[in-house]
């Protein structure tokens, strides 16, 4: 019995994964290799989106805050200050007063709805906001003036700002600058008030004088006839 030798073909071990590359100009498109690269740049920006819109949200809720107990915001156009200056302009404020910059997009988020809306007509441009805490407003803007004057910035005016709900635009801030402090104003309503006061001490001091000089003779009056009934 013959018995039949049956040959197999030998077994070799596939390659490792190889990119397919085709003779001619690269293109990316035929490439199979996966691109660790590429794929990070893809996630790339929902990451940054997410940042930003956090970013965006905390700007929004720091200008909700500062307009708490607010008396006056004024917009300042800071195109081409330098960090040293916005330093040297902050120290120079008041305790009570704050300098932000913040796009206008968010700054209008924050007031849209409220009575500072009034300050739509300063969304242009590039502003820094002046958030006064106090009555003093005088006293809030003079700091800035004078930075305005010492650095020469006469390009950097104020853009406008909401008092009291009125908005002043950039020619009205004189009235602004010139109002009375809060002891100014005590003053002269004190004054106002102590010449009528006094005139209308005088004119019921004489009534009062004879009717009192009446109550008097009628008592004298009711003794004596007590007295003589006795």
């Known amino acids: 019995m013959e018995a039949t030798l049956l040959s197999f073909p030998s077994y070799r071990p596939s390659p490792p994964f190889q ?93 849209e709805g409220t009575p500072w809306e009034a300050l739509k007509p300063c969304m242009t441009g590039m502003n820094a906001w002046l ?33 009291e709900g009125q908005f002043y635009g950039p020619g009205d801030f004189k009235k602004l600058e010139t109002m009375p402090t809060r002891a100014e104003t005590y003053a002269k309503l004190l004054g106002s008030l102590q010449s009528p006061a006094l005139n209308l001490v005088g004119t019921l001091q004489a009534p009062a004088r004879d009717l009192v000089m009446l109550l008097k003779a009628y008592v004298n009056k009711l003794e004596q006839e007590g007295g003589g009934g006795q």
């Open 19 to 111: 990119t397919l590359t085709i003779s001619g100009p690269t293109n990316p498109l035929l490439s199979f290799t996966p691109d660790p690269t590429r794929i990070t740049q893809r996630r790339l920006p929902s990451i940054r989106s997410a940042i930003s819109r956090n970013r965006k949200e905390e700007t929004v809720e720091t200008v909700k805050k500062n307009l708490e107990n607010c008396y006056l915001v004024a917009g300042i156009k800071y195109k081409g200050f330098t960090v040293k200056q916005f330093q040297d302009l902050r120290r120079s404020l008041p305790e009570n007063t704050k300098l932000i910059v913040a796009k206008n997009t968010l700054v209008y988020k924050a007031i």
């Open 131 to 163: 958030f006064v805490h106090s009555e003093e407003i005088p006293a809030a803007i003079k700091p800035y003036r004078d930075f305005q004057k010492e650095k020469k910035l006469d390009e950097n005016d104020f853009s406008g700002a909401v008092f």
